[in-house]
């Protein structure tokens, strides 16, 4: 089984908004990533997490707040986005550092 | 800068033929290579992967050369099926994927009849 689930498929919110991007394995992977994908662009590395602690922050805005509350669990915590952050926003998880198995991912659109 | 590049945005193949897709590198410090298959509104599905210790790995209809001298890859399939019809990504790690994945920007498969 090599599925990870993210949830929820599509979100629309608006700039003074709260929510939430939920990801989840049950493969035993202990490292886990966000990447976020622009319209004809390739995914860009967000965060990085490993045996459940963040080791990786690619400078992205404090508007982000991921959060990984057990070994098969990350969130994405959303606040005050920019309508520029619509995308579509990819999670991953992986063994050993090796090959990075991805989630559906969420389709965010900041109005 | 661009570390991982594909500079073929899209490649048409006749159904059975070979699909060969291009990758250049410049970051000396990758040792691990992917590839990877994305149709529209999915996230990237994992193909084929391959150590900087190897020159060649084989999956079925996908193999990977890898020429670190060149700082080059290929993904070849063969025979190519309508089902290859996508976009696929080149992806490099470092460190063993201790940073994530650095991505190419694509190229689009289209294989026809």
């Known amino acids: 089984d090599t599925e990870v689930t993210q949830t929820p498929k599509h979100l629309v919110m608006g700039m003074t908004n709260k929510k939430s991007l939920k990801c989840e394995q049950h493969?035993?992977?202990?490292?886990m990533y966000w990447y976020k994908q622009k319209a004809k662009k390739p995914p860009e590395l967000m965060f990085v997490?490993?045996?459940?602690?963040?080791?990786i922050n690619e400078s992205v805005p404090s508007r982000f707040s991921p959060e990984c509350p057990n070994s098969s669990l990350l969130n994405l915590h959303l606040h005050a986005l920019q309508p520029e952050d619509s995308a579509l926003y990819l999670c991953?998880?992986?063994?050993?550092?090796?090959?990075?198995?991805f989630g559906p991912g969420t389709r965010l659109t900041v109005t | 800068d661009q570390q991982v590049k594909q500079n073929s945005p899209s490649l048409s193949v006749q159904e059975g033929r070979i699909s060969i897709l291009n990758c250049d590198y410049t970051?000396?410090?990758?040792?691990?290579f992917l590839w990877y298959k994305k149709y529209p509104a999915e996230g990237p599905t994992f193909l084929i992967s391959?150590?900087?210790?190897?020159d060649k790995n084989e999956d079925g209809r996908f193999t990977v050369f890898l020429n670190k001298s060149a700082k080059h890859l290929s993904l070849h399939i063969v025979p190519s099926q309508p089902g290859d019809s996508a976009v696929y990504f080149c992806?490099?790690?470092?460190?063993?994927?201790?940073?994530?994945?650095?991505f190419g920007k694509g190229t689009h498969l289209i294989i026809q009849p």
């Open positions: 991953a998880s992986s063994q050993n550092r090796y090959e990075q198995y």
């Open positions: 391959i150590s900087s210790i190897k």
């Open positions: 493969m035993g992977h202990r490292a």
């Open positions: 970051n000396s410090m990758f040792d691990y």
């Open positions: 992806a490099a790690s470092a460190l063993r994927g201790a940073d994530g994945l650095t």
């Open positions: 997490y490993s045996y459940e602690k963040l080791s």
